[in-house]
């Protein structure tokens, strides 16, 4: 990193700061009013920038890439959990190790290993890509969107369409998970353990605000008992 980006980061963690310091007077001086419309902006810009500042911080302290000499490859396919294609070679070089691994929503799982031979390798000579990091688990996109209902536009998680289901998009209304497809009848409470399922099926979620969804907040709030007509 270079010193301009690591004043730049430092900037930031000072404004994220500030942020926190601010919104917690903001809540002691009238915590039943309604927050107005700057402060509910201050949150959202500070729920962007904590997205920031953690994306930061497991980029540089990723500790599961392997060591110097490994290659590493990762990808997002679509409606499929992250994937990585990881090659180890042996301490003599002779062999290598290929490991394929699928992001399960709280870490790696081995999906495929063996031993390849001949293995040669063309890169760009300059560097093009990031390095691998790993994705946000489920725990913590889910700190990400609990308590952010009372907002005028909370964060929410977005699951790509897949061909035998819509866009799905889940939601955190006191501290209860609300999950609802694109084009379905009624919402669904789901539990974390369902969530690790449904990464499995529609691949990891992505944190967006309700407002850039095809859904509003009343596909949310009435009883799933009570909404088949719309």
């Known amino acids: 990193m270079t010193s301009s980006q690591q004043r730049a980061l430092a900037t930031l963690r000072d404004i994220d700061a500030s942020f926190h310091r601010l919104l917690e007077r903001v809540a002691k001086d009238d915590a039943t009013a309604s927050p107005p ?58 062999s290598w190790t290929r490991r394929e691994l699928e992001w399960t929503g709280s870490g790696w799982r081995v999906c495929g ?20 990091v790993n994705p946000p688990t489920i725990d913590t996109l889910l700190e990400w969107i609990r308590g952010g209902w009372t907002n005028p536009d909370p964060e929410v998680l977005v699951f790509d369409a897949t061909s035998p289901t819509e866009q799905g998009v889940l939601v955190a209304v006191d501290d209860e998970l609300r999950y609802h497809e694109r084009d379905g009848h009624r919402w669904y409470t789901v539990t974390e353990d369902e969530l690790y399922h449904h990464l499995q099926q529609q691949g990891q979620p992505t944190l967006q605000p309700l407002s850039e969804t095809a859904l509003t907040r ?6 799933p008992l009570n909404n088949d007509d719309w």
């Open 113 to 132: 290993r063996d031993t390849i031979d001949d293995v040669a390798i063309s890169a760009p000579a300059e560097r093009r890509y990031p390095n691998p």
């Open 37 to 94: 419309e700057p402060i509910a902006t201050l949150r959202r810009a500070r729920s962007q920038i904590d997205a920031t500042l953690f994306a930061h911080q497991r980029r540089t302290e990723d500790t599961t890439l392997p060591a110097s000499g490994s290659c590493v490859l990762q990808w997002d396919p679509p409606q499929t959990p992250p994937r990585r294609l990881v090659l180890d070679p042996d301490s003599e070089g002779d």
């Open 218 to 223: 009343q596909h949310f709030t009435p009883s």
